[in-house]
C-alpha cells in the first residue's frame, strides 16, 4: 500500500515525492495541462495539484495503479463517448500507470474547462 505525503507547498514537491517512473507521467500531464491554459495558475487544492483559471480547471493525483485527473463532473460528462476505454465516475477519470496518458484528449477536456470557467 503507497502511503500519501501531505503537506505539499508546490506541484513540484508534489511530483517529487513519487518514484522517478510516476514523476515522468505526472510531469507530461502537467505539461499537457499548461499547454491547454496557458494562464492557468498552479496550486496545490486538498494536498493535490491544481490548476485554476477563474476558479478551479482540473485537479490530478498519483494512486497505486493510476492516475486520477479531476475535471469536474462537467468535463467528464462532455468526453463521455472518449473516455470510453477508461474508468470514470463523476468529476473523475482514471488513466492507467501501464498505459500511455492520453494527452490529447487531456488538453481537448483542459480547453472545455476554461471555456466553462470563463462563462461562469
Request: glycine content about 4%; proline content about 7%.
Amino acid at each position: 500500500m503507497v502511503v500519501k505525503p501531505t503537506g505539499f507547498k508546490t506541484i513540484d514537491e508534489y511530483i517529487n515525492s513519487y518514484p522517478r517512473s510516476i514523476q515522468v507521467i505526472l510531469q507530461e500531464l502537467r505539461q499537457a495541462i499548461h499547454e491547454a491554459a496557458p494562464q492557468a495558475e498552479e496550486t496545490i487544492s486538498y494536498q493535490m495539484p491544481a490548476f485554476k483559471q477563474n476558479g478551479i480547471l482540473v485537479y490530478f493525483a498519483a494512486f497505486k495503479n493510476h492516475i486520477g485527473f479531476f475535471p469536474k463532473a462537467s468535463g467528464v460528462d462532455a468526453f463521455e463517448d472518449k473516455l470510453a476505454g477508461y474508468k470514470t465516475s463523476k468529476g473523475t477519470i482514471q488513466f492507467p500507470l501501464d498505459k500511455p496518458l492520453p494527452l490529447e484528449l487531456v488538453k481537448k477536456i483542459v480547453r472545455f474547462r476554461v471555456k466553462q470557467n470563463n462563462l461562469e
